[in-house]
């Protein structure tokens, strides 16, 4: 197998307990089993007001009136307001693009849009306040997909665009475009002996985190505000919120709270302004918690796509070229669609070598609810897609489809389609090796002395099947994924360090902006400064932006970067200690001066293990404490006409193989197993990385086979708000996860680590497709698959 | 919004005759979903957890009285015997924290026709004991559904129990989801083996405005087993037979298309449902019959 796998030196000592390789415990693990942890939804403050939200009831309509009076008339009301009563010039936020209306003005472009904003001192009364604010629609005509966006006379969703993206693209209804064109696919075609084409649909996929968006404002003395809030970057909302609340950055602070899930869909803001700007007009604190109903209005979502994709190979089963397009429905507003539509494209055609490529990524304006980022962003709807096509060609081909991915899968130095070469081990068709290999699960499970065993059975203990019409199918998939922010974006995250000595002991302590919503930078955190300084006590102080930017929590890139930066300031503080050492004790032993010296154990040692001095001596009652930034290496944007450029920081790779029994009869699905290997470089936390695995595994398997928002073609309104119609997985739907990991370090990353917790999402879905079709010899080009699909009663 | 607390039947009779708009609440799986949604604000709230009598069963000779608050945990524990349809359908509801909370009088409320109980209560036979302050009186279960999440009690009415008929013979349940567990029925079906009278009854879930049976299928199926001996000589069905009693089940389907699933599918999979539980309950049906028969 062609890899270099020689793991980077790790230069700290592993002999201090609890540091980086180990399966150390979430701090927080057990009050969140026991129900005990505090999430932003349980905050409380004396005299504190609840904001209340009116939103949009309709998908695209100006706004001919909004009466507050009666809102305002219900006792127990502080305030109501809605865009006239907006403090500054400033009325739109956004990502990249601040095309989203604090407040809808004049007119609103998707169903669920906030319109005004109650405070009141209930949240019933907020509530009842809300509904008697009136608002007078004039309804427009909707756009919804490709056609009506595209078409000559097609209603405009932003009527006078001026974000940089506007010159570039075809349409002003099209958010970006990214071409990718290397080689030259038409010559390419001759030389295929085989085509084959195929046209995809991805369902619109919710994020679905269990704690909904909450927050609690707290106006401060200086005129300025203190935002407790669940996000999963503080300093891109900071950024965002200040202009619009009309304050310098300094005067809006910010504290994370307890974050109950995120995937994507708290990158964007939700109801941080609403809850500043109440808090700040009122002179109160002012909580806002949606309830599940609003929550699926408040995030934006999975983009849904079309997908038209051509590949062609050689008789041998070798690629000559793939072409392919790819629509995504951005909805009303652009949030992260410029960035996914860069990842659908580069990432378009998967892990797979072939030098004549012509792809074409586009996100749409609609009517339709806003998208943006979630797990895989942009890259999870293409490796649907790319993954049905390769089965589809091992079947023309008459080739084991593992072994057609085999033949054409990536190396390390191979080169994407944007002419970036892979620099760091891809092992690809290792990943899909190890799969295979796996033992299969026994055949007809379900059967046991006592009769049949329903939860073994698809329709589960709504006993629909004792074996009748039960197929069972295996399918398998590969995913590449880029890790970090792409596309020259200044991708940086700050970590400041602190030791001393507390209780006759030295303790470390790591102050960082990392949003914590689950991924574990918490424990990671506290291994890296363990490894690095030596100690065992190490105290993670709480996020906020009393610390420089940490970036996003998103991008499988805390960490890689946040980890980097805190692992960089560890080291210079290390040298901050080790310089203290020398001045105190340096003239006590040589080695002080000759040696290669390590933190190890709560002692400075030689790297011969010789001990030099215990740390709580060298420091006395001195604090070191360095603040840093650290960055990755940089990437470049894409050229805008043929894609071309070293966009991405890192990739990630992961392969599934999918056992299923279908109820072919009943169009029931029951996953029995989604085996997964993926390379992750280097496991820090092994058993956080197989928690990232199964997770992304099981989001991904959500996606396959029921997780769909479904929206309304006529009205673009949202007909399934709720967990009674969103169905997610369940641990009855959840299969046997078994987990390889293979560690192949990437020598630009720290400790050779790789990304961990986007690949897995990838790779799941068109792996259970797979084995669905390979169970029912139907074609399926659509995701979700639902029942009347497996039964022809669609 | 006001929270009425009875300490006994008669004060929630009098309480409900003096606001007839309360909703009565027992396990709230169902009352509280809805507030939280804010699809529904009554004025008034009845709590009916201080009434005893309500979470209790009696087994008689003929019937369960099965107290109106009884969780479906409860049900799938001591009545698997006598209500082995019933306790398949509640195996079927919500989660395990829900079916410790939600009993049928809740679902007989709401009326709901994706309520998981009411094909059962249809197959074995079942009449609602309801009571206002003028009076009690039994409801046939066939005659309770009157419309889309509208029932057959007076507005001054309180559901105290159900009276379902003890099993005769053997009875399965089957429900559609796109779910393994905890999740509303696309469609649902129950069938009940009634051989003391040589009947069979059925009923069906989410594929009519109300919950129904298939009185046709019914019909044919009771015709065609008197018609080949089979309740005396217990032969299997014919495939010909099963067939077309499962067309007929699909075919007293009149289902919707919406966002659970289609109406086609719908009809589809109540007639698969059908052909499936005629053979599991036929089966059990002949292999208790075999092992009479070598008693005897």
Not at chain 1, 269 to 290: E, F
Request: aromatic residues 6%; contains cysteine.
């Amino acid at each position: 197998m062609p890899t270099n796998g020689v793991p980077t030196k790790i230069t700290q000592g592993s002999g201090t307990k609890g540091g980086i390789g180990e399966s150390t415990l979430r701090p927080d693990g057990t009050l969140k089993v026991t129900g005990e942890f505090a999430y932003s939804s349980d905050m409380w403050h004396e005299d504190m007001l609840w904001g209340q939200i009116l939103r949009s009831t309709v998908a695209h309509a100006e706004i001919v009136s909004i009466d507050t009076s009666k809102a305002l008339a219900t006792p127990g009301v502080y305030a109501v307001m809605t865009y006239d009563d907006l403090p500054t010039d400033v009325k739109n936020y956004g990502l990249e693009i601040q095309d989203t209306p604090v407040l809808a003005h004049g007119k609103v472009r998707h169903h669920g849009e906030p319109v005004a904003i109650v405070a009141a001192d209930h949240p019933e009364t907020a509530r009842r306040a809300a509904a008697r604010i009136r608002v007078e629609y004039r309804d427009l005509p909707v756009v919804t997909d490709e056609a009506s966006a595209l078409a000559p006379d097609a209603v405009l969703v932003h009527e006078a665009r001026d974000d940089h993206h506007i010159g570039h693209v075809p349409h002003p209804n099209v958010v970006h475009r990214q071409p990718i064109v290397r080689g030259d696919v038409e010559a390419a075609r001759r030389r295929a002996d085989v085509i084959v084409e195929g046209e995809y649909t991805f369902g619109m996929q919710d994020q679905a985190f269990l704690g909904p968006e909450s927050g609690l404002a707290v106006p401060e003395e200086d005129g300025g505000v203190h935002l407790y809030i669940a996000t999963q970057w503080l300093h891109s909302d900071l950024r965002q919120m200040a202009p619009v609340l009309g304050l310098p950055e300094d005067k809006v602070r910010m504290t994370l709270a307890g974050v109950g899930g995120a995937f994507g869909g708290r990158e964007d803001l939700s109801m941080q302004i609403h809850a500043c700007l109440l808090a700040l007009r009122t002179g109160k604190p002012v909580k806002i918690v949606y309830n599940r109903f609003e929550s699926f209005f408040g995030h934006v979502h999975r983009h849904p796509a079309k997908l038209y994709y051509e590949h062609g190979a050689t008789r041998e089963g070798k690629l000559t070229h793939v072409k392919c397009r790819i629509v995504l429905d951005g909805g009303a507003y652009a949030s992260a669609s410029p960035a996914v539509v860069g990842n659908a494209s580069s990432l378009g055609i998967g892990p797979y070598v072939v030098d004549d490529v012509e792809i074409e990524a586009l996100a749409l304006y609609t009517n339709n609810p806003p998208c943006g980022a979630m797990r895989g962003f942009g890259a999870v709807q293409a490796c649907f897609a790319y993954e049905a096509q390769m089965d589809k060609l091992a079947e023309r081909l008459g080739m084991d489809p593992v072994e057609l991915r085999q033949l054409n899968a990536m190396e390390q130095g191979a080169l994407m389609p944007t002419g970036q070469p892979v620099d760091s081990p891809a092992p690809v068709a290792e990943l899909l090796r190890r799969v295979k290999a796996m033992p299969m699960p026994p055949e007809r499970q379900w059967e046991s002395s006592e009769g049949a065993d329903v939860r073994q059975l698809p329709g589960g203990l709504s006993n629909t099947t004792h074996g009748e019409g039960v197929v069972r199918g295996v399918g398998y998939a590969v995913g590449i994924k880029n890790v970090g922010f792409s596309e020259g974006f200044d991708d940086y995250s700050t970590a400041r360090v602190r030791m001393e000595v507390a209780g006759g002991e030295p303790v470390a302590t790591v102050h960082t902006a990392m949003a914590e919503v689950g991924q574990g930078g918490v424990t990671v955190h506290a291994q890296i400064a363990r490894t690095e300084l030596g100690v065992t006590q190490v105290t993670i102080h709480p996020a906020d932006t009393r610390v420089g930017s940490a970036g996003s929590t998103s991008a499988s890139r805390q960490t890689y970067v946040t980890g980097g930066a805190v692992r960089n300031a560890c080291e210079l503080v290390r040298e901050k200690v080790l310089e203290l050492g020398r001045r105190r004790f340096g003239s006590y032993h040589p080695a002080w001066a000759t040696a290669e010296l390590l933190l190890e154990g709560g002692k400075v040692v030689t790297d011969g293990g010789e001990v030099l001095a215990d740390l709580a001596d060298v420091l006395g009652d001195e604090a070191v404490e360095v603040e840093e930034e650290w960055r990755h290496r940089p990437t470049e944007p894409f050229d805008l006409r043929t894609g071309q450029g070293n966009g991405h920081v890192q990739y990630s790779f992961a392969a599934h193989r999918a056992v299923v029994e279908v109820d072919t009869e009943l169009g029931l699905v029951k996953v029995i197993e989604l085996a997964c290997a993926q390379d992750v470089g280097k496991a820090l936390n092994p058993l956080s990385v197989i928690g990232q695995i199964q997770g992304g595994t099981t989001q991904g398997l959500g996606v396959a086979v029921m997780e769909e928002i479904v929206v309304d073609p006529k009205t673009a309104k949202v007909r399934n708000p709720s967990f009674t119609d969103y169905l997610i997985p369940t641990i009855l739907d959840t299969p046997t996860i078994p987990v390889d990991v293979l560690e192949l370090a990437d020598d630009h990353a720290p400790y050779g680590l790789r990304g961990v917790g986007e690949a897995p999402t990838l790779s799941s879905t068109p792996a259970v497709l797979a084995a669905i079709r390979n169970a029912t010899g139907l074609e399926l080009n659509r995701t979700p698959v639902r029942p009347e699909h497996l039964t022809g009663t669609g | 919004m006001d929270f009425l607390r009875p300490a006994s039947w008669e004060e929630a009779l009098a309480a409900k005759a003096e606001h007839p708009t309360a909703v009565p609440i027992a396990g709230g799986t169902d009352v509280m979903v809805e507030i939280n949604f804010d699809h529904r604000r009554p004025e008034y709230l009845m709590d009916l957890n201080r009434i005893g009598d309500l979470d209790a069963w009696e087994v008689g000779e003929e019937s369960v009285r099965l107290g109106a608050s009884v969780p479906y945990a409860r049900i799938m524990e001591h009545l698997r015997a006598e209500l082995p349809g019933l306790a398949l359908a509640s195996h079927t509801v919500a989660s395990p924290q829900i079916r410790n909370r939600g009993g049928v009088g809740g679902n007989l409320g709401t009326a709901s026709p994706a309520g998981d109980a009411h094909p059962a209560l249809l197959a074995a036979g079942a009449e609602v004991e309801v009571e206002s302050v003028r009076g009690a009186r039994r409801i046939p279960i066939d005659a309770f559904y009157t419309g889309v999440k509208r029932n057959a009690l007076a507005p001054d009415e309180l559901i105290r129990a159900i009276h379902i008929k003890k099993a005769d013979g053997p009875q399965q349940y089957s429900k559609v989801g796109t779910r393994n567990a905890m999740v509303i029925a696309v469609c649902a079906f129950g069938l009940a083996l009634h051989p003391g009278t040589r009947t069979v009854r059925t009923g069906i879930g989410s594929a009519a405005p109300t919950p129904i049976r298939a009185r046709a299928a019914e019909e044919f199926l009771d015709a065609a087993l008197e018609e080949g001996g089979l309740w005396d000589n217990g032969k299997t069905i014919p495939p010909s037979v099963a067939k077309r009693f499962a067309e007929l089940c699909a075919a007293a389907c009149n289902p919707i298309d919406d966002v659970r699933g289609t109406a086609a599918y719908r009809r589809h999979a109540v007639g698969v449902m059908a052909r499936r539980t005629l053979t599991w309950t036929w089966e059990s049906y002949r292999g208790a019959h075999r092992i009479t028969e070598g008693a005897a």
